[in-house]
């Protein structure tokens, strides 16, 4: 056997495919890093939403004053009482809440570190410094507080963190089984149906263990399982559909969406009000964003507040399915196309 040059040696080991997915790689590690530290290496309140409670004739004024602060950090709004700032704060209409003394020179500021502490800390110290600029005080009351073994509010956030893994990581593993494409329909329904199943025991598992398990977060257990398994299932299907689309490359692109843009925009380590304007826009509409204000507004908010939330899992476990089923269908009349008569 005639002997090799290392430079043959190494064009038979690194194919050209090998050297598109190293390639792919380094992309998708540079973009983590930009996404992670881009969207969380300064944090700053832009315009969040704000109840001030005040007597008629000064409402209008301080409404305007705190309109015009620089960097526009909240987006405030006059309320007739204290009783319908607190009703807002439940409904997640706002995130804390100014009530004025007409008569003494301390005021009161509701906030509810449920949504996340660190939004509650920075609304704190904002409003700290306003009142002190004008000779007042405040007593910050904690209305809706995070649970005991939840200090910082992550829970919900590494909750759902979890549940997406389980979801791409469930349709990979289908996918390195017996092919990134489903050769058939029949294939991709029971690709699906498996899901399904993971979806569930997934779902009922991470609601046990922070519920009754750890007790890291209050609120109902089987609304929780619920919205796990849609989570999981929604994650899950569309990785499928990226898979049965573009191959194993759709791995990366679940990736990209989930991991790379979807973490740092989900309002976890710091909630939307504080991420800059584009992590602000995208996480809404995708999976850890959708999944992490869902799980908050069960754990701490009665449940309120989650249709839009519920659409946009909704929307991706219904897209998924169809497009993997659709997919498997192209990929069935392509073989029967190509077979010989």
Known sequence: MPHR???????????????????GVIALQLLFIASYVGALHDPKPKDVPFGLVAPQAAAAQAVTRLERLPGSPLDPRALPDEATARTQLGHRDIDAALIVDPRGATDTLLVASGGGRV???????????????????IRTIDVIPSAPHDPNGLSSFYLVIGWCVGGYLGAAALAISAGAKPSNPTRAAIRLAVMALVAITGGLGGALITGPILDALPGSTAALWGLGALIIFAVGAATLALQGVFGTIGIGLVILLVVILGNPSAGGALPPPLLPPFWKAIGPALPPGAGTWSARSIAYFGGNAMTGPLLVLSAWAVAGSAITLAAATTVRRRATATQPP
């Not at 040059?5 to 390639?23: G, N």
């Not at 800390?121 to 002190?132: D, G, I, P, R």
Request: positive net charge; hydrophobic residues 45%.
């Open 5 to 23: 040059s290392f430079l043959a040696e190494v064009k038979d080991a690194v194919t050209p495919r090998a050297t598109l997915l190293i390639v």
């Open 119 to 137: 939004l509650s800390t920075t609304l704190t110290a904002l409003v700290t410094t306003l009142e002190k600029s004008e000779r007042r005080t």
